[in-house]
């Protein structure tokens, strides 16, 4: 299934202690001239929060930034949709935060399966992610008095987290956005929207720019750089039902990877707990509602197995508020892999509710008495109101029903302390590489660590490569340029030639189905060994009988798709193989041979305390795998409790 | 329509040349300066108009207070002439301004919806309240101003019988019986009552939308001063109006 | 919960290139349940398109939660539909009734040229947003996040304006085309907030000259931009621009 490479990777990681790494690298780096700044181009792939940040940031520099997405505008990327806020260890509450506990929480929250320097100055930079972000004009939450609000969030016990109330990574996305459009005015970077990033162009190596599709026209445009800054966010899509915008893909990723850069721990998938559930076979996407409900929402599922009263007539007495008696001491507010297996146990076991039975309650019946309605409707209003708009029931009357869904991939591109990936040139940012999460990402963690990367990290890093390393002037028609190009050439014709009888939605269906059921929250050996071959039927089957319609040189919206999937379906087998290697459970991956008797995850440190990055050797042949060892110097890896 | 607009535009050239109005004139050349003197010189005409219906109301008290009144307006002499320029030039400005800004509005939308609804339930008018009409009854304002102009100004109406109002000479000098023999007219009398209507719809939404586009816009205030407008607009209209029952009540 | 079936004929614009004239196509989909959202909706009738041979119809979509606004139709002469604070992929299909006819257009603006069916190029609002609305601080350059305190009440004056999500359903709704709500919107926050003072007079007129160049029409305080909206901005936003705007065509230092 795959080959293990002698080799280490080289996550180049500074010496010395952990507090004083980053600012230590940060003196050892070298610098480009603000005068030399200029003479150098870096390509930014996506414009999310870290892309955004990324090319706001290079821009204010002095570098010749291209920022492409493949949106109408920038504005709308995905990280927009993130609701509930962002980590920062300010202490602004005085309840005992610190740069080290926020680490520690994290790294901690990620089942010990993150890198420590990386998660330390994550934390460290943190604080600095508020500041920028009020000074653009964020308006994050404030007290009466006006000084910056926090509330509590999953996987801590204390209040770190700022928020704009239910819309944090618009109000973030929209400050980047704003800095980007600012640099764009003065024309250090040049705005390409509705561009897809269809090849990386590598030239002796190293990374050297991209080719994209001009989504409105068909056409492709080569587009070369000193550096690729990759910021294309996460897989979740190749579940086809996640909390992901329907446009999130990996071909960005894939095709990086295709072209030699490590996919690093892809079986990392997270499944958030709180999502409104199925309600039909034509669903094209999952609504998540945000965590920070469980503050105050109380989940439960009726105590006698398949009862089908209406929830207000069960009594308290037959309600079994299953989180709060198996996690006494975070309740509620377990992390998000914890609290999603726990439904999925209880729904598996036949207490679940509605129609399907595949969901359980969040009931705020408790604290509208405690706190009266109009507390909970400021708290939650606009929460309530999309729910009530989906599911057409109220639920300041009835609770809401839930269930987990596919929402975050910690997974991705490999990257070094530099978040730089093994091709040299080949930067990747915020969800799209695998750097800080480990194996479970916290609440309020994911916008932290967009802008982290994009605003306080590859400012530094990229300058570095760039002031050390001698690229050679690259024009449009060399060979490793025009070879990418018929690549994706190439590809786009065998689509359309394809003109087979079944649509591209269908096919991406079944491969989120097979994902889902045999790759999701819970995974054995014997599903994953029977799934691969699945999913490379499925990939025959598609690259046979897929119909794309219409052509390639107008907006094809089928066209896009059939792109996405088709990577999907090669990269839906690297995910199943990676779940298979890593015969543990943690965080996000968990493995039914590894539990406990009450079944609780069991880590293996022993054998598995590493980053697994894989190698293409070709589709459908073995990948070979790359370790990179992970040492905890500061924190001593224990079993997480929540208990 | 474009040397259409460049004529408009003239007297703004002209502005703009006078040292330290440049930036204002530029500044009045954008979408929101043009609604800023739309609202300006519309509520200017609404001052007058208030003015002119308070005079109009000594109709009531008869032919000698009203004669009287009317003596002494006429007796400010060049006052008065300019006076009457400055209305007519706010009258102009007003109409171009309409027009300059009705056109880029047209030019926006080229080519419109098969199908469009209001998302406001609490319209009485069709097409979306009195704002979408404000053309059209600006227009019947126009007309009727001209007609006005001719009745009582020029005291040519058509089809009145100036008699009662006129002197030795033949000249119409009594006002109160010119304006009594022109409302009295059943013709002009429902031109006028169409054309007061008009009005009370053109500004019912004009004044309302003077105040916001001046920036008065406060939640502590608002229900005031849209009453206040919506008020005014049909006190101003039902005033005249009264005129007209008046005259043709006291025709019998 | 349970589901009613609807059976309906969708008029639909389509528009193959961004010069090609359109047309209205009628298209019969029975069985759609009522709990389908909208884009669900045509979702089942591309893949009906798809087997009977006719390409898809193109229309933007990208989050399907409400907020990342790149849904845009034109939904029986509404933007976004029926509902008021709803985008078009959060409306859902029980607000339609069996034997319906539902015609869907792409937002009609000539700033929004038609790129293909109903997709729409929304460009403009981006070069407004560079015009000015932002605030010029480079990354690293910002105080204490409590160092400028910001009353509650303030920054939720603030958040409402901010919560604008860039659809263009208030140009689509406009008889006149205008853009006042969404750049009101910006202007209105950054005005709001201590943060955005130092630009604040720059920032509105040269914000409105953008708005201006790119086309659109102007303001007729008709409020229809504000049923429409599905972020619920208010016009008390564009009231604030005209402030603004007055005072700094009056009195700024140019």
Redesign the interface.
């Known amino acids: 299934m795959f080959r293990v490479a002698s080799d280490e990777l080289n996550s180049r990681v500074p010496d010395g202690p952990l507090q004083q790494k980053w600012d230590k690298h940060r003196f050892n780096m070298k610098l480009v001239n603000p005068a030399n700044k200029r003479k150098y181009s870096v390509i930014v792939v996506g414009t999310g929060l870290a892309g955004g940040s990324a090319a706001a940031s290079l821009g204010e520099l002095g570098y010749n930034v291209k920022a492409f997405c493949f949106q109408d505008s920038p504005r709308r990327a995905h990280s927009i949709a993130a609701q509930g806020g962002i980590n920062a260890a300010k202490n602004y509450p005085n309840d005992g935060d610190s740069i080290w506990r926020l680490f520690y929480d994290t790294i901690k929250g990620g089942d010990y399966r993150a890198r420590e320097a990386n998660v330390y100055r994550l934390a460290q930079v943190a604080n600095n992610i508020i500041d920028q972000c009020v000074s653009q004009g964020v308006p994050f939450a404030r007290e009466y008095g006006g000084t910056l609000a926090n509330r509590s969030f999953g996987g801590a016990q204390l209040s770190r987290t700022f928020y704009c109330r239910g819309q944090t990574g618009q109000q973030l996305l929209l400050g980047a956005y704003q800095a980007l459009m600012r640099q764009v005015s003065t024309g250090r970077v040049k705005m390409f929207a509705r561009r897809e990033m269809l090849e990386l162009v590598v030239s002796d190596g190293v990374a050297r720019g991209i080719v994209v599709r001009n989504i409105e026209n068909g056409q492709l445009e080569v587009h070369t750089a000193d550096a690729v800054v990759l910021c294309t966010g996460g897989y979740g899509n190749v579940y086809y039902l996640s909390t992901n915008a329907k446009g999130c893909n990996v071909t960005a990723a894939w095709r990086c990877h295709r072209r030699g850069a490590y996919f690093a721990n892809p079986c990392y998938t997270q499944i958030h707990p709180t999502c409104i559930p199925v309600s039909g076979d034509y669903q094209s996407k999952l609504t998540l509602m945000s965590e920070s409900l469980r503050n105050d929402g109380r989940v439960w599922v009726p105590r006698n197995q398949g009862d089908r009263r209406a929830p207000g007539q069960i009594p308290e007495g037959e309600r079994d508020y299953y989180l709060e008696r198996r996690y006494p001491s975070f309740g509620n507010l377990a992390p998000r892999d914890i609290s999603s297996r726990a439904a999925k146990e209880r729904t598996d076991a036949g207490f679940g509710v509605g129609e399907s039975g595949l969901a359980v309650y969040l009931d705020f019946r408790d604290a509208i008495v405690r706190d009266g309605e109009d507390a909970v409707r400021k708290r939650y209003g606009n929460l309530f109101h999309m729910y009530e708009k989906i599911t057409a029931e109220n639920p300041y009357q009835v609770p809401m029903r839930i269930y987990p869904a596919v929402h975050y991939t910690m997974g991705g591109l490999w990257v070094d302390y530099n978040l730089m990936s093994n091709l040299p040139g080949l930067y990747v940012l915020g969800e799209a590489n695998f750097s800080d999460h480990g194996a479970n990402r916290l609440g309020a963690s994911a916008l932290m660590q967009g802008l982290s990367d994009g605003y306080f990290v590859i400012p530094y890093t990229i300058g570095d490569y760039l002031a050390s390393t001698q690229l050679p002037k690259l024009s449009d028609d060399h060979p490793a340029c025009t070879s990418a190009k018929k690549d994706a050439e190439d590809r786009l014709k065998k689509l359309l030639a394809v003109n087979g009888r079944r649509s591209v939605d269908s096919f991406h269906r079944e491969l989120g189905l097979l994902m889902w059921d045999y790759c999701g929250m819970a995974r054995t050996r014997t599903g994953l060994e029977a799934t691969i071959p699945r999913i490379r039927e499925l990939r025959e089957q598609f690259w046979k009988d897929v119909r794309v319609l219409g052509s390639g040189d107008t907006l094809n919206q089928s066209l896009e798709k059939a792109g996405r999937v088709a990577d999907f379906m090669e990269f839906a087998e690297l995910l199943a193989v990676d779940a298979l290697h890593r015969e543990e459970s943690c965080g996000g991956h968990f493995r039914e041979e590894y539990q406990t008797e009450d079944g609780e995850a069991t880590r293996r440190d022993d054998l598995y305390s590493y980053v697994a990055g894989w190698e293409f050797q070709g589709a459908g042949n073995a990948p070979v795998l790359h370790k990179e060892p992970l040492i905890f110097e500061n924190v001593k890896p224990s079993t997480r409790s929540y208990k | 329509m474009n040397a259409l607009l460049r004529v408009l535009s003239l007297p703004a050239v002209f502005l703009s040349k006078i040292p330290g109005l440049a ?2 004139v530029r ?2 050349s ?7 003197l739309m609202a300006i010189t519309g509520l200017s005409l609404i001052g007058f108009l208030v003015v002119h219906l308070a005079g109009n109301l000594q109709l009531f008290a008869g032919e000698a207070v009203f004669n009287a009144y009317a003596e002494k307006l006429h007796s400010l002499g060049p006052l008065l002439g300019i006076a009457e320029v400055g209305l007519f030039a706010t009258f102009a400005a007003h109409i171009g301004l309409a027009i300059s ?1 009705a056109s ?2 047209k ?14 339930g609490l319209f009485i008018l069709p097409a ?2 009195a ?2 009409w ?1 053309m059209v009854t600006g227009l019947l304002i126009f007309g009727f101003l001209v007609i006005h102009i001719m009745d009582l100004k020029l005291k040519k109406g058509f089809g009145v019988d100036y008699t009662a109002a006129m002197n030795a000479d033949n000249e119409a000098v009594n006002s109160f019986q010119a304006v009594k023999a022109v409302l009295s007219h059943p013709v002009h009398a429902g031109i006028y009552f169409v054309c007061l209507i008009a009005l009370g719809i053109h500004l019912s ?1 004009g004044i ?2 003077a105040l ?8 502590n205030w608002n229900f005031a001063l849209r009453t206040l407008g919506f008020v005014m607009a049909w006190g101003i209209a039902g005033g005249f109006i009264s005129l007209i029952v008046w005259a043709l009540g006291s025709k019998s | 919960m349970s589901s009613d079936l609807l059976n309906l004929t969708l008029r639909v614009w389509r528009q193959a290139a961004p010069n090609q004239p359109g047309e209205f196509r009628d298209y019969r989909l029975n069985g759609v349940s009522t709990h389908m959202s909208f884009l669900e909706m045509l979702d089942v009738l591309n893949e009906q398109l798809i087997a009977q041979g006719e390409v898809p119809v193109a229309f933007d979509h990208d989050c399907r939660e409400g907020i990342c606004g790149m849904c845009s139709l034109m939904i029986n002469g509404q933007a976004h539909g029926p509902d008021r604070g709803t985008t078009s992929c959060q409306l859902h299909m029980r607000r339609f009734r069996n034997g319906e006819t539902i015609t869907i257009e792409p937002w009609r603006a000539d700033p929004f040229p038609v790129i293909r069916d109903l997709v729409v190029n929304r460009s403009a609002f981006d070069r407004i947003i560079q015009a000015g609305g932002f605030v010029s601080v480079n990354t690293g350059n910002a105080p204490d996040g409590n160092s400028v305190p910001v009353p509650g009440v303030r920054q939720e004056m603030a958040m409402d304006a901010a919560a604008c999500i860039g659809c263009g359903a208030c140009v689509a709704a406009c008889k006149n085309a205008s853009a006042m709500l969404f750049v009101s919107a910006k202007v209105s926050q950054l005005s709001i907030l201590p943060q955005g003072q130092p630009e604040r007079a720059n920032r509105v007129l040269n914000m409105v000259a953008q708005m201006d160049k790119e086309g659109f029409g102007s303001c007729t305080n008709t409020s229809e931009c504000e049923a429409a909206c599905p972020a619920e901005v208010s016009v008390a936003h564009i009231a604030r621009l005209n402030r603004e705007y007055m005072k700094a065509m009056l009195f700024a230092d140019h």
């Open positions: 930036p204002v500044a009045c954008t979408s929101v300066g043009q609604k800023f800004t880029m509005n030019l926006a939308r080229k080519s419109s919806y098969a199908l469009k609804e209001t998302k406001q979306g309240g704002s979408s404000m939404h309302r939308s916001q586009t001046l920036g008065l816009h406060h939640k």
